[in-house]
């Protein structure tokens, strides 16, 4: 926990039992984003960068361009992402002018390490419920925009309380955080020319308070940013005839499947190509305390890592309205990839495939 206690969600006084709480009215969830800033953070340093040239070209953009992050402090040389693994917080928000919401519907835990050029990616559903000691029970996405009301009172960095909470959560210390917003992944897909993908089932939701227009039909297609966001936040329907609704693990489950296909886009001519507006969308609708040094160092670190090499870990659970009980098991193994991929236990994809061939 930091220091300041005035940022913090209301405090449980029951340790880690459940507080008795009045039953609270039942109000009608409105679709929400559900894009996954993986994309434009994730897919750009490791994955879009694939033809050699481009890494020195990323190496000024860092410098003077849209990647500059603000952060001027120093690295200390034994910090430095080309030797020592590295964590980071990814967090997707709902925010929009139109709402002013900042739900974190997105939660990601990214593990980097530099010896094995490996990635573990563990994303946890929006409605988990949290029982943590020193926090009263909450849903996930809740927590940041309670840190960030309280930021802006003149408590803690909302991104540093969201670090120090799931720190603790995950058993791993958390070293930074990026927050991006829909635009950005929506706009990143147009600049990548819309992405192919083969949409599973019907989806029609509307929505006239923010503009929700969701009807999407079954089939391979390419999708514009709009309508990729569409497919990852899809989540019931209210038209009729009513298409099929959707939880948060077929959820995940659409934003592993769009980002594999983004990341293919990405180490394509046209993706390559199509870099400079990535990076924009990225740089408008991102916020991030990578200081500009790391982030050079992450570039020249990972450039060449493909999707093979990034290790996806979506934990599941049981719905019992309003939240999502994690399988305490399946936690268990996340929390033990993340201390693999730190500790450079996870082979790489390379070594893996022989593995499998040595021992069929």
Known sequence: MSS????????????????????????KKKSRFKTFLILVFIVIILAGLSVGGYAGWLYYKAEHGVLNTGNDNPVPPEKSAKVKPVTMLLLGTDYRPVTGTHLSD???????????????????????????????????????????????????????????????????????????????????????????????????????????NINLKTGQQKLDGEKALDYVRYRKSNCKPKTKGSDDFDRNRRQNEVLHALIDQMQSFKGVTS???????????????????????????????????????????????????????????AKQALQDEIAGKTLPAASADAVEKANP
């Open 275 to 333: 870099l400079g507006g990535v990076l924009d969308a990225m740089d408008k609708n991102m916020d991030t305390d990578f200081e500009n040094e790391q982030l050079k160092n992450m570039i020249a670190t990972y450039w060449k890592v493909n999707k093979a090499d990034v290790k996806f870990m979506p934990i599941t659970g049981t719905w019992k309205s309003p939240y999502v009980y994690v399988n305490d098991a399946e936690l268990d193994k």
């Open 4 to 27: 300041s206690k005035s940022n913090l969600p209301p405090r449980s006084h029951s340790g880690n039992k459940e507080n008795k709480q009045p039953p609270r009215n039942k109000k």
């Open 106 to 212: 997105v939660i990601m835990v990214t593990a980097f390490n530099p010896d094995t050029k490996t990635v573990t990616v563990v994303s946890l559903p929006r409605d988990t419920r949290i029982n943590l000691k020193g926090y009263r029970p909450n849903k996930a996405n809740a927590y940041y925009p309670t840190f960030l009301s309280e930021e802006k009172k003149g408590g803690n960095k909302a991104t540093d309380e969201m670090k120090t909470m799931m720190s603790k959560y995950m058993d791993i210390p958390i070293d930074y955080a990026t927050v991006i917003n829909f635009q950005g992944f929506s706009d990143a897909v147009d600049a990548l020319g819309g992405v192919d993908v083969n949409v599973d089932m019907n989806m029609c939701y509307r929505d006239t308070a923010d503009g929700t």
